[in-house]
């Protein structure tokens, strides 16, 4: 896991902010593919192939193993823009050791250090009342580096909507469409903000990701996760907002086509 995380970022940061040429010796093709850009095959001290390095597809950069040095170089894989993260507010530590805290897990027990490392993890923070009790960084990660955040934007976003309801600016019983009422012909029509908040809107959203055409694909396409391959999709998250039905409207459309297709004769046809 150094191999994969540290030593490769070094050697990016390096050759990007020096303007090097480097020569890696590595095994292990998945590293050779996220930042090399030539590749000599070697056998017996003989040059028995070479060319230009496999290069990491946009469809399979989040899987691994690419995934643990990716998702501490996302600017390396897709676009992005910087945000500045604002006055950090510093919080108290009460540590404790909790390395000989163990647990059951799928592969059976395992401590907490056992099962950081099996998962490769890049960092673990244990929060309590608002003191950090254990904090620690892995494989290259270091706690002024950026790393893809996934789904904690959503505890982010849930937090910052916390403070704007205690201020008065947001009505958490309020429809959503009293604020954007372009959302009024999508699957959020008739669902309050607490509902959103909740992930109880009843809106349709197929996240299956092999299934083509699914929603987690075309939002893949439209947030630049992947590159645009289908120019009927969304190209933009909102477009795609703009295009998710209710669970309601879905169920409704699939009652009517059963009831139609009950009362068919076989002498007649129905679409």
């Given amino acids: 896991m150094t191999t994969q995380a540290q030593i490769?970022?070094?050697?990016?940061?390096?050759?990007?902010?020096?303007?090097?040429?480097?020569?890696?010796?590595?095994?292990?093709?998945?590293?050779?593919?996220?930042?090399?850009?030539?590749?000599?095959?070697?056998?017996?001290?003989?040059?028995?192939?070479?060319?230009?390095?496999?290069?990491?597809?946009?469809?399979?950069?989040?899987?691994?193993?690419?995934?643990?040095?990716?998702?501490?170089?996302?600017?390396?894989?897709?676009?992005?823009?910087?945000?500045?993260?604002?006055?950090?507010?510093p919080l108290p530590e009460r540590k404790r050791d909790i390395d000989g805290v163990s647990f059951e897990a799928r592969a059976g027990r395992r401590t907490i250090p056992q099962w950081l490392e099996e998962c490769a993890t890049h960092g673990f923070l244990v929060l309590s009342r608002g003191a950090v009790f254990d904090e620690r960084y892995?494989?290259?990660?270091?706690?002024?580096?950026?790393?893809?955040?996934?789904?904690?934007?959503?505890?982010?976003?849930?937090?910052?909507?916390?403070?704007?309801?205690?201020?008065g600016l947001i009505d958490p019983e309020a429809l959503v469409t009293h604020y954007l009422?372009?959302?009024?012909?999508?699957?959020?029509?008739?669902?309050?903000?607490?509902?959103?908040?909740?992930?109880?809107?009843?809106?349709?959203?197929?996240?299956?990701?092999?299934?083509?055409?699914?929603?987690?694909?075309?939002?893949?396409?439209?947030?630049?996760?992947?590159e645009a391959i289908e120019p009927t999709w969304p190209m933009t998250v909102w477009q795609l907002i703009l295009q998710l039905p209710s669970r309601n409207s879905r169920m409704a459309s699939c009652s009517s086509i059963a009831l139609s297709r009950r009362m068919c004769s076989p002498s007649s046809c129905c679409a």
């Fill in 138 to 167: 892995m494989n290259g990660l270091k706690p002024y580096r950026q790393h893809l955040a996934m789904s904690v934007s959503k505890s982010v976003t849930s937090a910052v909507f916390g403070i704007l309801v205690e201020r």
């Fill in 181 to 226: 009422s372009e959302l009024e012909a999508t699957g959020y029509r008739g669902a309050k903000v607490q509902h959103v908040l909740d992930m109880t809107s009843g809106l349709l959203f197929d996240e299956s990701y092999t299934t083509p055409g699914s929603h987690v694909q075309k939002l893949g396409q439209a947030c630049g996760w992947f």
């Fill in 8 to 89: 490769p970022d070094l050697l990016a940061r390096l050759r990007r902010e020096r303007k090097l040429t480097l020569l890696y010796i590595s095994h292990d093709l998945s590293v050779v593919s996220a930042f090399c850009q030539r590749v000599y095959v070697f056998r017996s001290g003989k040059i028995v192939e070479h060319g230009p390095a496999p290069r990491l597809s946009r469809g399979e950069w989040d899987f691994p193993p690419y995934h643990r040095w990716t998702f501490q170089n996302v600017r390396e894989m897709v676009p992005t823009a910087q945000i500045w993260r604002g006055p950090v507010l």
